[in-house]
């Protein structure tokens, strides 16, 4: 099987690639040099050329905040440039996978969100990826899996748990917010779980985290317990920490449709943050 990966240099692109290799799939992974997904014609040319049986999307637009100031170059890119993916798809007969994220809903409540539960995004960023899922439900009705995600960390970029070990070097004391409730995802587990679904044709849309629940201010308090740092972490509301785009209060996920659809539940969320910790401390970057 031939698998063609965006966004190799995110992180989530990154491990997808190591989990694919390791299985011994031929995966080919691009980047926005190899192949600008907003342009509709790169798009078909490199899809077109290489022909692969599937294309599990990970580029995206992913700074919230940004995409309020500047929602048309976010559309261009999570909605346009999905949807250039698809259409090649579409015309080669490859399969598509689309990483979406639970900011599609409005985050009220406390119920863990399903799949098929009403959507509502309340900021740029949801909508242009609740906008991405529709083009490739439009585009490809039977061949396409979506999977939504939330609070996502790896060893390939910028995170959660890398900016409350920067911030402990310089602060003996920090504030994190524990009024959002989610569940921390670590990226070579989401891609495991990528790996296991794309061979398969068990399309729709999916819902994957680690199980269990926290708070930001539960994670920060667990990240700093396993990197062995004594620092002072206190509880605030988000009305402390105000910004552009709304953050939802319930990111809860039901995966349950995983289970259903014969697919392995991810591992607990404490189990994957003394996995990553392990893997910044062999990368020496703990």
Known sequence: MKILVTGIRGQLGFDVMKVLKSRGIEAIGVNSDDMDITD??????????????????????????????????ARKVNVDGTANIAMACADTGAKLMYFSTDYVFDGEGEKPWKPEDKTGPVSVY?????????????ILPDRHFII???????????NFVKTMLNLAKT????????????????TPDIARLAADMIVTEEYGTYHAANTGYCSWY????????????????E??????YPA???????SRLDTSKLT????????????????????LRDAGQL
């Open 171 to 186: 602060h003996d004391r920090l504030t994190v917010v524990n009024d959002q409730i989610g569940g921390p995802s670590y």
């Open 244 to 250: 552009k785009a709304r953050r939802p209060h319930n």
């Open 126 to 138: 949801g909508a242009s990826k609740l906008d991405g899922e529709n083009e490739v439900r439009r």
């Open 148 to 158: 939504r995600l939330q609070w996502v960390y790896g060893i390939n970029g910028r």
């Open 260 to 279: 259903e659809h014969g697919f392995k539940q991810l591992p607990p969320w404490q189990d994957a943050l003394k996995r990553f910790m392990t893997e």
């Open 40 to 73: 509709p014609g790169r798009v078909k040319a490199v899809i077109s050329s290489l022909r692969p049986d599937a294309v599990i999307h990970c580029a995206a637009w992913t700074a919230v905040d940004a995409a309020e100031d500047n929602e048309e170059a």
């Open 218 to 233: 539960d994670f920060a308090r667990e990240i700093f317990k396993e990197a062995g740092i004594d620092i002072v972490v």
């Open 235 to 240: 509880p605030v509301s988000s009305e402390n």
